[in-house]
């Protein structure tokens, strides 16, 4: 029997809030509170068991736990989406142009360099080498938490300046995805990386179809993330490889490029499912049982993640965009300055998502893993606080 005109109409305005910028925002906040809360309280043996709970077939290698499942398994949605704005805005977006897309894009490279240079700099002082493998920790940027903090807060500022953000968010994210794979990749089975980007061809081909069948795309895209993950590399590198290969251009007498239709389709599960789920199982950081506040905040690798991510992006996202409009012809939009830019270099700050996949890449199991988790925790909440701050001053000086 077909659906009612107020169910479809109920069911469009529930997807439409979950995936609004700010909604996606704040469900990944919720999520990560909660598992804060659980994984401190009396109860928290629940929480690490369910997290440790194994499931998934053994002879294909994908017998992992409930938490490695969120982080191999789902972030690849949400990686996926990304490879399709990637595309996007390499194709038809802000990215297009060189002479536009060159000061973000520069921006995004120094607000990734000088968080890195610091997080080393400070833990060889510190003594501390055996933290080194998580110097990618702090270069990375939450392209839907940075924005939702945007949306919120600066309200009626030009519309350049999300644009700059999303720009420099996405090279951001490009460059923590070459990241991933170059430098959290210890051994490579070559026949299933092989096997992998053979599928991802095949994707490529189907997706260009007239009409693309789910039933035939889903199931190639799932093959392809099994045999990456077989390989040895990062399994969410096949979300992204997927997302690249969907058209940006209009085909078949289209009204709409196919990377706007997948995005829509798949955004939903990324937004209200994947990365709340994710943000569940990888912020679930015990304080208790880590002999308290004092012991985990001494940790080196706590103070060098905040300083790279608050302090790093700021000045390095600034830094870069003034030497290069100041010694190159690359300009800012018109309706931009540099002191517009200072709560995009705070929001560069918020690192969440992928900085918690790189904590969880570079200290498995090892007890920097949960100083680095709570570092990327309250490097966020302190650029987010910032940076809302920031942009609310600004936006009530344009009222």
Do not use: C
């Not at 490529?204 to 035939?216: E, I, L």
């Not at 399994?235 to 078949?252: D, E, F, Q, R, Y």
């Not at 987010?384 to 701050?389: E, K, P, R, S, T």
Request: proline letters at 5%.
């Amino acid at each position: 029997m077909p659906e009612s005109r107020p169910v479809r109409s109920r069911r469009k305005r529930l997807r439409h809030f979950l995936t609004l910028e700010t909604t996606s925002g704040g469900l990944l906040v919720l999520a990560a509170l909660i598992a804060l809360v659980w994984a401190n309280s009396p109860w928290r043996t629940g929480y690490f068991e369910l997290s440790e709970t194994v499931v998934g077939p053994e002879s294909l290698h994908l017998d992992l736990s409930l938490a490695s499942w969120a982080t191999d398994g789902l972030l690849a949605v949400f990686f996926f989406v990304v490879g399709v704005e990637l595309k996007n805005e390499f194709v038809a977006g802000s990215l297009r142009h060189f002479k536009e897309a060159a000061v973000p894009v520069f921006a995004a490279i120094g607000g990734m360099v000088l968080p890195a240079t610091l997080f080393i700099a400070f833990i060889l002082l510190s003594g501390d080498t055996d933290s080194l493998r998580g110097w990618a920790i702090p270069t990375a940027t939450d392209i839907a938490f940075a924005l939702a903090i945007l949306a919120i807060f600066g309200r009626g500022l030009p519309t350049a300046l999300r644009t700059f953000l999303l720009a420099l968010a996405v090279v951001d994210d490009l460059l923590a995805i070459i990241i991933i794979a170059a430098f959290y990749t210890a051994v490579i089975n070559v026949v299933s990386l092989v096997l992998a980007l053979a599928t991802v061809a095949v994707f490529a081909f189907a997706v260009r179809m007239r009409k693309p069948r789910w039933w035939v795309l889903l199931p190639l895209a799932v093959l392809a993330w099994a045999l990456m993950h077989d390989s040895g590399v990062h399994a969410t590198i096949a979300g992204v490889m997927l997302g690249l290969v969907v058209p940006a251009k209009l085909m078949h007498e289209e009204s709409l490029p196919r990377t706007h239709h997948y995005e829509h389709a798949v955004r939903l599960w990324s937004a209200a499912v994947a990365l709340p789920i994710f943000a569940f199982f990888a912020a679930g950081v015990s304080i208790v049982d880590a002999g308290g506040p004092a012991a985990l905040f001494s940790q080196p690798v706590v103070f060098a993640i905040v300083i790279g991510l608050v302090v790093g992006k700021l000045v390095g996202v600034l830094a870069t965009t003034a030497l290069v409009i100041r010694f190159s012809a690359l300009r800012l939009p018109e309706t931009l300055s540099l002191r517009d830019l200072v709560p995009v270099g705070l929001l560069a700050g918020i690192g969440f998502t992928v900085s918690l996949l790189i904590a969880e890449l570079s200290f498995p199991g090892a007890i920097q893993s949960d100083g680095a988790k709570v570092a990327v925790l309250s490097a966020t909440i302190i650029a987010a606080v910032l940076a809302a701050a920031t942009l609310r001053w600004d936006s009530r000086k344009v009222d």
